[in-house]
């Protein structure tokens, strides 16, 4: 399966990251979405980038190159839990980004380009099931790379 088919139809198990040499135009064709963004500077890890965002989709550039792709609700063809378990054990996991209703949790797959930030609900028993928020898409790369060539666990802020 194509990077681009297991991100279009939320196949998280399937997705083995980004090509090396992807544009944000090939990015946005391979998504099926619309080819127009906005771009301003901002930061990712302690470089300097270009953040280029779309509805639903921010995208960090080193030129022309995507480094790293976020997709905010995206599709998903399995329930968080059964995903998570399809992945296997995560090569990290941190908190994620604040929500007021889900306690919310960042797996890292580095080796597969893909970080999935699931929320659960607070509720006992739950309000609803465990589901994905985010998902972050990348090239394969390790742990290590991951944490300091794109920002890792950091919050993502903008120095302009």
Sequence with gaps: MSWADAAREGRWADFEGLPDELDMASLLAGLGRQPSWTERPDVLGDD?????E???????????????????DPASAAAADPMLAQ?????GERPGRPRSDATVTDYVYAGRGLVLTVAESYD????????????RLFAPTTLIAYLTELGGFERRRSRF
């Design 54 to 72: 779309s509805e639903g989709l921010r995208c960090w550039l080193d030129g022309a190159r995507v480094m790293l792709a976020e997709l905010s």
């Design 124 to 135: 006992h028993p739950p309000s609803f099931e465990p589901f994905v928020v985010t998902v």
């Design 48 to 52: 300097e980038r270009t953040l280029a």
């Design 87 to 91: 992945l296997g054990a995560a090569d």
